[in-house]
């Protein structure tokens, strides 16, 4: 067989998963693996919920991805990829340089859509990369008795966990700061992190009730202004410090490559993750259209089955289809975390969900064991 290139874009859970995943499989064949990414540093994001409240550090939750790549033979290009060009099979770097491939895995994440809420853009606390962490740590320093606090999830956003978790880990902030704010939260899910079964609802209903925080499920925002949210069952929200998850769109470089279909940004792919236009291109993670919650455990599936499907289509094998299935951990502020479990298989699905310290304990372990693995 004649040396191929596959170049990843990204090095996030999907690209690093599915880069190690291609050097494993190429691991005696003159194939070339290249990554190209516009950051030197992994995140462990969902680490990132730590952040505001001090309760971690940015040097433990990053590594530098050069010496990883390099000591398993992987090319490293720190990079940011400007537009991609499928029908003549090479990818456009900000410096021009033209980098070309035979086989592409698309692994560019997404990015908050804050434009598309009427009037969100610029008024709600983030915590979606180390800056905006950051920031909103800052503005938490600052925060005075009394001011109406509301956290909520916007139609369409993907991944409804981080509000339960920010909702959680503020309010045991606040406690232990002796500071007391009014908090209501909203959510476009008709219940509380609706479709990972009745038990994980049931424990976020019952510790809404204990800490009496006011929630409103299966709402959408009509528009947001200074002071006010407006939901469109006709409750007007007024805030002085505002979360809101925003949907997501694709990265600036599928936007504007014009040989793609999309839906803001986010590419269509079969469940192979093969792209819909181009075969030898996968797309992966918070880039794709894939149902479900968009996580970090589902990118680095993602990036696995992408990787082992480019060696079937190379053999010319029949591809495997991506087996969706939930494994999250949501910290719960004092109340530790929550493990929930929803695992199909041939019996049906298997399904767990566990409340308390231990899943607290389980989800820094886990954490540092995949820093460990892969620095
Ligand atoms: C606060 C928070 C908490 C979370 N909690 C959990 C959790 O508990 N469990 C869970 O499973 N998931 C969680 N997630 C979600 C999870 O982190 C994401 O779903 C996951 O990071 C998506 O991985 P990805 O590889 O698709 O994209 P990303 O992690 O976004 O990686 C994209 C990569 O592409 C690179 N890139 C982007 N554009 C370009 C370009 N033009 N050129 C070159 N490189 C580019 C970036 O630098 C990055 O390396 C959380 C996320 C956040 C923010």
């Known amino acids: 067989m ?7 874009i990204g090095s996030g859970f999907g690209g690093l998963n599915a880069a190690v995943e291609l050097r494993k499989k190429f691991k005696h064949s003159q194939h070339e693996i290249t990554v190209i990414s516009d950051q030197e540093q992994f995140i462990f994001r969902p680490s990132l919920i730590w952040l505001p409240f001090h309760k971690h550090s940015i040097e433990k939750i990053t590594f530098p991805l050069r010496p990883t790549f390099e000591k398993i033979g992987v090319r490293f290009i720190e990079k940011s990829v400007q537009s991609l060009m499928p029908k003549q099979n090479y990818v456009i770097c900000h410096d021009d340089e033209m980098i070309t491939y035979d086989y592409l895995i698309i692994a560019s994440g997404a990015s908050p859509d804050w434009a598309r809420i009427k009037g969100l853009e610029g008024k709600s606390a983030s915590i979606y990369d180390i800056s905006s962490a950051l920031k909103t740590r800052k503005r938490l320093e600052e925060l005075e008795e009394g001011e109406p606090i509301v956290i909520g999830v916007a ?10 978790e920010f909702l959680f880990e503020l309010d045991a902030y606040l406690n232990e700061h002796l500071i007391k704010c009014p908090i209501t939260f909203f959510t476009y899910e008709k219940e509380l992190f609706d479709g990972t079964g009745k038990e994980p609802t049931e424990k976020l209903e019952e510790l809404m009730a204990e800490k009496q925080i006011q929630y409103y499920c299966n709402v959408s925002i009509e528009q947001v202004d200074d002071g006010k949210i407006y939901l469109n069952n006709g409750e007007r929200l007024p805030y002085s410090f505002l ?8 990265k600036k470089c599928i936007l504007t490559s014009k040989d793609f279909e999309h839906k803001n940004g986010i590419l269509p792919v079969h469940e192979s993750l093969q792209s819909i236009q181009w075969e030898n291109i996968y797309v992966v993670g918070d880039a ?5 919650i968009k996580s970090g455990r589902a990118a680095e599936l993602q990036g696995v089955l992408a990787a082992d499907n480019i060696v079937k289509q190379m053999h010319h094998e029949p591809l495997q289809s991506f087996q969706q299935d939930t494994i999250y951990f949501m910290e719960l ?4 975390a929550m493990f929930i479990m929803n695992k199909p298989s041939k019996q049906g699905t298997i ?3 566990m409340s308390g310290i231990l899943p607290h304990i389980m989800k820094r372990a886990f954490e540092n064991y995949y820093l460990l693995k892969f620095s």
């Open 2 to 8: 004649i040396a191929m290139h596959i170049v990843v």
């Open 155 to 164: 139609q369409e956003n993907p991944n409804h966990g981080i509000a339960y």
């Open 243 to 250: 979360f809101v998850l925003p949907p997501y769109k694709g």
């Open 288 to 292: 794709n259209n894939i149902k479900g």
């Open 333 to 336: 502020g004092k109340e530790g």
């Open 351 to 353: 399904q767990c969900t």
